[in-house]
């Protein structure tokens, strides 16, 4: 099993990150019924405003080939679109466990 975590940092006032985050958060929490090789997909929003990340996501799938084939999925890619022009950086760890 492969764990994929990422953590969004986004741009904006603290009102249109969290906007963004949440439109995010429900778009990624409906691709498990959308990407066969996604097991299972977990999405925080950060609540702590002395951190400065805005996202969290873990994800899981069977095997690290299956990273790639969920990254390149439509959905997937449709999801990280809402991004487009408020991501300010992004962090990414795979890892087998």
């Known amino acids: 099993m492969v764990k994929h975590i990422v953590t969004f940092k986004l741009t904006g006032s603290a009102e249109e990150r969290l906007?963004?985050?949440?439109?995010?958060?429900?778009a990624l929490e409906a691709l498990p019924?959308?990407?066969?090789?996604?097991?299972s997909i977990e999405v925080?929003?950060?609540?702590?405003?002395?951190?400065?990340w805005d996202v969290v996501l873990t994800a899981t799938v069977a095997a690290m080939a299956d990273v790639a084939t969920y990254a390149s999925h439509p959905a997937h890619m449709a999801a990280a679109a809402l991004l487009a022009g408020h991501k300010a950086d992004?962090?990414?760890?795979d890892y087998t466990c």
Not at 33 to 39: P, R, Y
Not at 44 to 52: D, L, M, Y
Request: hydrophobic fraction near 45%.
């Open 33 to 39: 019924e959308q990407i066969d090789v996604l097991q």
């Open 44 to 52: 925080g929003i950060n609540e702590n405003p002395a951190e400065q």
């Open 90 to 93: 992004r962090a990414c760890v």
């Open 19 to 26: 906007a963004v985050a949440r439109r995010f958060k429900a």
